[in-house]
């Protein structure tokens, strides 16, 4: 296949998955602001669908390389379109009649105009600039722990698919953070909440640090065990410290552009995330870590963990209090947003409901 071709399809899939996302972000962000106290439900059910997706995928897909090839793996990713496919048919909406397509345009620039009014107000901006600085400085050296996982000289030598169960071992962690948080500490503020989780996923990271150093072997610690621990313990703390911002994302978007918004602000976020994959080449490549020296891979590891902890400086943009309880602050004189197009997640609000 050539190159371009490649990158079109692969560009498609993702173009197609982010349209569903969006459209579940939608209902959730909806329904968040006309149900907010099942704000954080409703987010603690997506990360637990979104990690029990992430187990189930690493888990299997070592085992289906073997079996059937890349190329079957990428037929096997079918089915799942088909069932996000089958839930667009079976989701409820009302049918809109006579809709006015030549006003498009216009709902265009009003939904941008409310956008923009929106995201100027202190109350969005500032968590929202947040965000972003907490998964930038967070740097991913990902790639270098790869190489270093994978060497027989200097490492342990683990397999690609050994590294793939070590990969769903954090999807668990991810699970039991998405648990935690629901059943344990989805009322607490938002601040306290943001410095024990930001401090101990700097604390969390000094695992790596050891496991480099080679301190497990001295402690007689295998280590596929304390990088299974170790990623384990990360991805959850990782889960703890996202859920809150989850929950207050879905309450700064403004009526009418539900989904819109969230889809902006989730943006935001990736763009955080990929700063922090190009600031951790960028120090990989500055301290001389390649796929075979790795010299230099525990200061590497020592500065992201500094990194991680300095978002602590930046507590004072989010809001204080419960994320629950945050109330998006409105100005009617200067924007008008358009109505809500009472977009649902009908089977979940509706077992809510009927559960009180």
Same mark, same amino acid.
């Given at each position: ?209 050891? %496991?480099?150093?080679?301190? +497990? /072997?001295?402690?007689?610690?295998? #280590?596929? !065990?304390?990088? =299974? @621990? ?52 960028? %120090?990989?490549?500055?301290? +001389? /870590?390649?796929?075979?020296?790795? #010299?230099? !891979?525990?200061? =590497? @590891? ?55």
């Amino acid at each position: 296949m050539q190159l371009g071709f490649a990158l079109l399809t692969l560009t498609l899939g993702n173009t197609a998955v982010a349209v569903a996302d969006v459209t579940v972000d939608a209902c959730v962000a909806q329904n968040s602001i006309t149900h907010p106290s099942r704000a954080a439900d409703m987010q603690s059910l997506c990360a637990l669908s979104y990690s029990f997706g992430g187990l189930l995928g690493f888990s299997i897909s070592g085992v289906f390389i073997h079996l059937i090839g890349p190329k079957g793996v990428f037929g096997l990713l079918t089915l799942p379109a088909a069932l996000v496919s089958l839930v667009g048919i079976l989701l409820s909406e009302p049918q809109v009649s006579n809709f006015a397509y030549n006003e498009v345009n216009q709902k265009f620039r009003e939904a941008a105009k409310a956008m923009w009014t929106t995201l100027k107000g202190p109350d969005v901006w500032r968590p929202c600039l947040y965000m972003y600085l907490s998964l930038a400085v967070s740097l991913n050296i990902n790639e270098g722990l790869f190489y270093w996982y994978t060497d027989a000289k200097e490492g342990p030598s683990f397999s690609k698919e050994t590294v793939g169960y070590i990969f769903s071992m954090g999807a668990i962690g991810a699970l039991l953070g998405a648990i935690l948080y629901q059943n344990v500490l989805k009322n607490q503020p938002l601040r306290d909440m943001l410095f024990w989780t930001q401090l101990l996923f700097g604390l969390a990271g000094m695992l790596d640090l050891m %496991l480099v150093q080679r301190m +497990n /072997v001295k402690l007689g610690i295998p #280590d596929y !065990l304390f990088v =299974v @621990i170790g990623e384990a313990v990360s991805q959850m703390i990782n889960r703890l410290k996202w859920m809150p911002l989850l929950v207050l994302s879905s309450k700064l978007c403004p009526s009418g552009i539900e989904g819109t918004f969230f889809a902006l602000l989730m943006s935001i976020d990736n763009f955080g995330g990929l700063s922090s994959s190009w600031g951790g080449g960028v %120090l990989l490549h500055v301290l +001389n /870590v390649t796929r075979t020296k790795f #010299d230099d !891979l525990w200061l =590497v @590891i020592l500065i992201r963990n500094i990194l991680r902890v300095c978002p602590i400086c930046l507590l004072f943009l989010v809001p204080k209090g419960d994320p629950n309880s945050f109330i998006l602050s409105t100005d009617d004189d200067e924007a008008e947003t358009p109505e809500p197009d009472n977009i649902e997640l009908a089977s979940l609000i509706h077992s809510v409901d009927s559960g009180r």
